[in-house]
């Protein structure tokens, strides 16, 4: 096991496009750590300059205390599970778990105690004659997984290897890694565009756009304290609603109505020259319809458009001074479609962004 | 042959067993619809065929259906017609020498095929490279056989071969005068006919690999020389046996470039059974023992035939 630490890593395609941009990230001795981001942000880049599969234009990697810059993917004692899973498909699911440990010379009992050993886990000792194209998609993943953890590598790559599979497959796999993650303990980088499964399945996250990480932190610290827009819209689902609201005073104003402020967020308004704009966000979540008894919450009326029913709970499209937003709300509400009602949410969870920088105020 | 045996006219669905059309017997309407092609193949495969079989039993002089004569083409051809095979040490002979084109031109054809289809698909110019060793392809056998006649040529002034041996002050050397070195001559020439062929299609192939299966061999601790010979090889496998038997059926039917270059010589020994077929009919006149040399041909090509149908049949059973 070891730590992999990225160094102000760049990853330059010609001269115009930066991949990944002064990268810096520390990454603990056993930690499961999620790279997040929509698509292009560079976060598989990242990970295959950890892999070794790209050239690191600017900074240094290191596995361990070593600088691995210019060492061979083969000789970083790493194992990478591929998007595509990649099998070998001319080999038995014998012969891909244990191609990797041949090409180290290991001894044959050794070669075939660890294969069983990671069949096992996996469930695939039905499964070692056969060729990948006789497997599922889920058990091709397996392998896949298989194939990595028979190595006892340092450190695991995975490249979104639940991509390919159904939902259902996905949460099941994903509780698998989880659990291969608690019973092998080793340092794990897992790069997925779905924030889901990064906040199920990472100790930390990093979330990446345009090649540079926007922040880095638990599942929680995340969610609740997203540094800037970006990252207050990617994490949660459904997504934080925004709203533009103008600064007065201690307070907000939003289209006719006052936000009466308290605490962190009323010092934020209060640097703000009365007047200008912020952007409050509030997660769909933390909606609750006003009953006046609520202290430190702010309140506005909203007009419901659309309920969509999902069981325990109803997802709310309503309308507010000019914007459009959506609670989670318990279905027991009985909220119809035409109604005026009065949200409100607790004054913690209340976050307010600059427009420009778009960096967190408050929250 | 019917219409409902032929596996390839059945579709077969999933990977499970193969599905029999109904009416697996005998049917009229099949041999309505086959019964064109048949006939065709039958009047211009099958007869000229089995009448080249009955003509080498005969001596068919002149081309006259004159006498039966058993067996005794077949004794002469394998027993004392030296030319066609010679059993000694080392071997020779016509026959003998296909042996050599099909395992030195066959094996090395697929092999530079192959390296040059890897090594071009890592290069910014493989656009040229292929261009380039695809050209002799397009240049007609004869032409091409002309050409390395003056590349061999003993004269250093004519023949580039000479003139660059000479700068290291070895020779003239008459390379296609010599019979220890006038087959392997051809081969090269025929080598350097054949790979661009087998570059274009294996380099099809090799693209078709899905590069996370290379990295993964690679992050797995694979060196480039062991990702060649048990990833790509192993996964080409399938084309490498395809242009392997085009050039196979090819080399058993070799003549050209023998009869331009060499004719045979010297003496006979660049011949190959399509030269001996055609020297012994045509110019000899012993259309019977030329016929007994046909015979060996198809039956040199049976084999791979066989294999060729068992492929295709694998084939639309994985499908």
Redesign the interface.
């Given at each position: 096991m070891a730590t992999v630490t990225f160094d102000h890593l760049y990853k330059r395609y010609g001269d115009d496009v930066v991949a990944v941009n002064d990268l810096n990230l520390e990454i603990g001795d056993g930690e499961f750590i999620c790279l997040v981001g929509p698509s292009g942000c560079g976060k598989t880049t990242a990970l295959r300059c950890a892999?070794?599969?790209e050239d690191i234009s600017d900074g240094q990697l290191l596995i361990g205390d070593r600088v691995v810059n210019n060492v061979?993917?083969?000789d970083r004692d790493?194992?990478?599970v591929?998007?595509?899973y990649?099998?070998?498909?001319?080999?038995t699911v014998y012969d891909n778990l244990a191609?990797?440990l041949k090409?180290?010379k290991l001894k044959k009992d050794e070669i075939d105690r660890r294969v069983k050993e990671g069949a096992a886990i996996l469930g695939l000792e039905k499964f070692l004659d056969r060729k990948p194209r006789?497997l599922s998609g889920g058990q091709r993943q397996r392998v896949a997984l298989g194939?990595a953890i028979v190595?006892e590598p340092s450190v695991f790559l995975m490249d979104e290897p639940l991509s390919n599979l159904d939902a259902k497959l996905r949460v099941q796999t994903r509780a698998e890694i989880a659990r291969l993650h608690q019973r092998l303990g080793t340092t794990t980088i897992y790069v997925t565009h779905d924030q889901v499964e990064a906040m199920t399945m990472g100790d930390r996250i990093a979330v990446m756009r345009d090649g540079l990480l926007q922040q880095i932190g638990s599942p929680q610290e995340l969610y609740d304290h997203p540094l800037n827009l970006f990252v207050a819209g990617f994490i949660g689902s459904p997504s934080m609603n925004f709203a533009t609201a103008t600064a007065d005073g201690k307070n907000l104003v939003l289209g006719g109505v006052k936000l009466e402020l308290t605490g962190q967020q009323a010092k934020a308004a209060d640097s703000r020259t009365d007047g200008a704009n912020v952007l409050i966000g509030f997660r769909p979540e933390h909606i609750e319809l006003a009953n006046g008894q609520e202290s430190d919450a702010v309140r506005f009326p909203a007009k419901v458009e659309v309920v969509e029913y999902l069981g325990n709970e109803e997802l709310v499209h309503a309308q507010t001074e000019g914007n459009e937003i959506v609670a989670l709300l318990p279905s027991d509400k009985k909220v119809v479609v035409g109604d005026n009602v009065q949200f409100a949410i607790p004054m913690e969870k209340l976050h307010i962004f600059d427009p420009d920088t778009e960096k967190a105020l408050a929250g | 042959m019917t219409a409902a045996s032929s596996p390839a006219s059945t579709p077969v669905t999933g990977s499970g067993e193969q599905s029999r059309a109904p009416g697996h017997g005998f049917s009229w309407a099949a041999l309505l619809f086959l019964g064109p092609a048949g006939l065709l193949l039958a009047v211009f495969i099958v007869f000229p065929a089995i009448y080249t079989a009955f003509l080498s039993f005969n001596r068919g002089r002149g081309g006259e259906f004159s006498e039966w004569v058993g067996l005794d083409n077949w004794i002469r051809l394998f027993t004392q017609d030296p030319n066609f095979l010679r059993i000694g040490f080392p071997p020779s002979g016509a026959l003998w020498n296909n042996v050599l084109w099909i395992i030195f031109f066959v094996s090395f054809t697929v092999l530079f095929g192959l390296i040059i289809a890897v090594m071009a698909t890592r290069v910014k110019y493989e656009a040229w490279v292929k261009g380039i060793v695809f050209l002799p392809q397009a240049i007609a056998a004869t032409s091409l056989a002309i050409i390395w006649r003056f590349v061999y040529s003993p004269d250093p002034n004519t023949g580039l071969l000479n003139a660059v041996l000479g700068i290291a002050n070895v020779g003239p050397l008459s390379v296609l005068g010599n019979p220890a070195t006038v087959n392997w001559a051809l081969i090269a020439v025929g080598i350097w006919g054949s790979v661009g062929f087998a570059t274009v299609i294996l380099s099809a192939a090799i693209k078709g690999i899905s590069s996370e299966v290379l990295e993964a061999a690679r992050v797995d601790g694979a060196t480039e020389p062991q990702i060649f010979w048990r990833i790509i090889v192993p996964m080409v496998s399938l084309p490498i046996s395809v242009v392997a038997v085009t050039l196979l059926v090819g080399v058993i039917k070799l003549f050209d470039l023998i009869f331009v270059m060499t004719t045979g010589g010297p003496g006979a020994s660049s011949r190959v059974i399509a030269f001996s077929m055609y020297q012994e009919a045509f110019p000899s006149g012993q259309f019977g023992y030329g016929a007994a040399i046909a015979v060996v041909m198809l039956l040199l090509l049976v084999p791979v035939m066989i294999f060729n149908i068992r492929r295709f049949r694998a084939e639309a059973v994985q499908q």
């Open positions: 892999a070794g599969l061979a993917p083969k790493i194992a990478m591929f998007q595509s990649a099998l070998y498909p001319h080999m191609f990797g090409l180290r006789a194939r190595r | -």
